[in-house]
């Protein structure tokens, strides 16, 4: 049976990772797919899931709206660390379930000291200002001067699984 590909209006499924009718159980009401209930989520009986999303997506809107709307006042090369965790990190984490994470010094493998903050359990959150570039090194910038942030994440991740 040929497939097809005008089941939704407003999404595009290619390859194999999310196929059309794994879509469709997500969308069927009837399903008994995990994690497609309310009761999945932990809600209260007669809270619907889909208006709950929506909440959550608007609060995000509006914070996003107004952190964007001070950014981009930001003067060049200034990093907006501050700026950037107040108005979107810290929303967006707590509206994740995050809640507010602690800063630490960082943790050391190997005698180094790798400049990540903050950790959610043994998960690192690497946060860094929307003036700075996760693929490049900002000299001064913590988390962000030895080496560019995302290689940072990157190589703290691989020394700590052969430490393991």
Not at 49 to 66: C, D, M, P, Y
Not at 97 to 121: N, Q, V
Request: glycine fraction near 12%.
């Amino acid at each position: 049976m040929a497939r097809r590909n005008q089941d939704f209006q407003t999404l595009r499924s290619e390859g194999g990772l999310l196929p059309a009718d794994l879509l469709r159980r997500v969308l069927d009401r009837t399903s008994n797919l995990a994690g497609t209930r309310s009761e999945d989520y932990g809600l209260p009986t007669g809270e619907r899931l889909n208006e709950v999303i929506t909440q959550s997506w608007n609060r995000l809107r509006k914070h996003w709206a107004e952190f964007r709307g001070l950014a981009v006042r930001l003067p060049d090369g200034e990093a907006g660390t501050r700026l950037t965790n107040e108005k979107w990190n810290s929303p967006l984490l707590r509206e994740l379930g995050f809640g507010l994470l602690p800063t630490s010094a960082g943790p050391e493998i190997g005698g180094r000291t790798y400049a990540i903050s903050r950790f959610f359990g043994p998960v690192p959150v690497h946060l860094i200002g929307c003036g700075l570039s996760l693929d490049r090194r900002a000299a001064g910038q913590r988390g962000a001067a030895a080496v560019n942030p995302h290689g940072l994440v990157q190589e703290f991740l691989n020394r700590k699984l052969a430490v393991s």
